[in-house]
Structure formats: structure tokens, C-alpha cells
């Protein structure tokens, strides 16, 4: 079945620098691809998507290209902010199996002053 | 526009009380998902709708649980009775059949279960 596999956490990083939070998954068809953030205290909200192979999502600063010859959809940003700790989520779908989406376990970031 | 409203934010109750989630979707979604988050299991998806039809509800832990959607407007997930092992955070979220797969979540409902 359709699963993803993200890294686990808790990824500590100073303001500033580089981030990477790895994502990768497993499909039989051809999934839409996501990232999910969510702040303490909050649901979760989408914080950017792709739908084919080679597409870039993009939101805040981040970016993830799908990769399908890799099946990796990697989260990135150039440079981090405190405002940034959260917890993001790699998630799929594959519209055409059903209609739910496929969250990994989280990654817990936290970003120091 | 409002987004998914959650009630109760949080519930505590003691162990054996029946609970009531309830979940406002956002006006013209015609999905809608019921999941549960605990530090142990992650998130989980518990059941989801269709048009106020349960399509999907294989998430459900057990028979204690129940979740109906009388109308495109309200659900609730119900657990009768109540467990320690219940505690957790629950989230609704909906989505339209238009959107490419994007789920609006609610703020969830935190309950502890004594």
C-alpha cells in the first residue's frame, strides 16, 4: 500500500541556517504530494503541494521538488526562522485509489534564537 | 470565510462518561475527515464522509466509537464509554470535490480521559 517515510525529529537549528527534512514515499500509481506544518496549539495547514513529477511547491520561503525517480519529496528552506518551529508533515494522496490523504509521523522543528 | 470549527477545545472527563466531538466543515466541502493525534500513534484517520455518507470508517478503534453526519453542515464522533487510553487531540478537517486533495483542518479538540 501507499505509505510515507519521513525523518524523525526533533531537528534543532539555528536561526538562520540551512534546513533539510527528508521525505520519501511509496506509491503504486501517481500521487499529489504534500507538505503539512503545524504550530503549537493549531491544526495542521497545508504549507505546500505538488501534483506530477518535477513540479517545485513553494510557500514562506520553502520549497519540495517531487522527485519521482527518487520517490522523494524533500523539504527545504535557505534559511530559518524562530517563527518556523513547528512540526511539518509529509503527506500523499493518490486520487485515484480513494480519497484520503497518507500522513508520515511528523518532524519536529525547533529553531533557536 | 470561517474555517472548520471543532467543540468542545477541551474536554476532560473521567473514564466511562460518553463524549461528544462536534465539527462544523467549511459551507460547500463535501468531504469530511475525523483523525486522531497522540504522541504515541501520530495521526491517524479514524473515519471519513461523502456527502454525509460514511465512506470509509476501517480508523475507528472499536465499538465504543461512533461518528455520524446528519447534515453537510455538522458531524460528530461520539465515544461511549470513555477510556483513559481515549486521550488524545481529535481534528475534523473537510475538503471540496474540486480541490486537488487539499484538507482544511479545525483547531481539534484536546480531551483527557482521568
Known amino acids: 500500500g501507499n505509505s510515507v517515510t519521513q525523518m524523525e525529529g526533533p531537528v534543532t537549528l539555528s536561526e538562520e541556517a540551512f534546513l533539510t527534512i527528508n521525505c520519501t514515499y511509496t506509491a503504486t500509481g501517481y500521487p499529489s504530494l504534500f507538505w503539512y506544518v503545524q504550530y503549537p496549539g493549531e491544526g495542521l495547514q497545508l504549507l505546500l503541494k505538488a501534483t506530477k513529477a518535477d513540479d517545485k511547491g513553494s510557500n514562506k520561503g520553502f520549497e519540495a521538488t517531487y522527485r519521482k525517480e527518487t520517490t522523494s519529496f524533500h523539504l527545504e528552506k535557505g534559511s530559518v526562522q524562530v517563527s518556523d518551529s513547528a512540526v511539518y508533515f509529509c503527506a500523499l494522496s493518490d486520487r485515484s485509489r480513494d480519497d484520503k490523504i497518507i500522513f508520515g509521523k511528523g518532524t519536529r522543528l525547533h529553531i533557536l534564537p | 470565510d470561517a474555517g472548520v470549527i471543532q467543540s468542545p477545545r477541551h474536554e476532560v472527563t473521567e473514564m466511562g462518561q460518553e463524549v461528544t466531538l462536534r465539527c462544523k466543515p467549511i459551507s460547500g466541502h463535501d468531504y469530511l475527515f475525523w483523525y486522531r493525534q497522540t504522541m504515541m500513534r501520530g495521526l491517524e484517520l479514524l473515519i471519513y464522509?461523502?456527502?454525509?455518507?460514511?465512506?470509509?470508517d476501517s480508523g475507528m478503534p472499536e465499538d465504543r466509537f461512533s461518528a455520524k453526519m446528519p447534515n453537510a453542515s455538522f458531524s460528530t464522533l461520539k465515544i461511549q464509554p470513555s477510556e483513559p487510553r481515549d486521550s488524545a487531540v481529535y481534528f475534523c478537517?473537510?475538503?471540496?470535490?474540486?480541490?486537488?486533495?487539499?484538507?482544511?483542518f479545525g483547531p481539534g479538540t484536546r480531551l483527557t480521559v482521568l
Open positions: 478537517a473537510s475538503r471540496d470535490r474540486e480541490s486537488t486533495d487539499t484538507q482544511y
Open positions: 464522509f461523502n456527502n454525509n455518507v460514511p465512506i470509509d
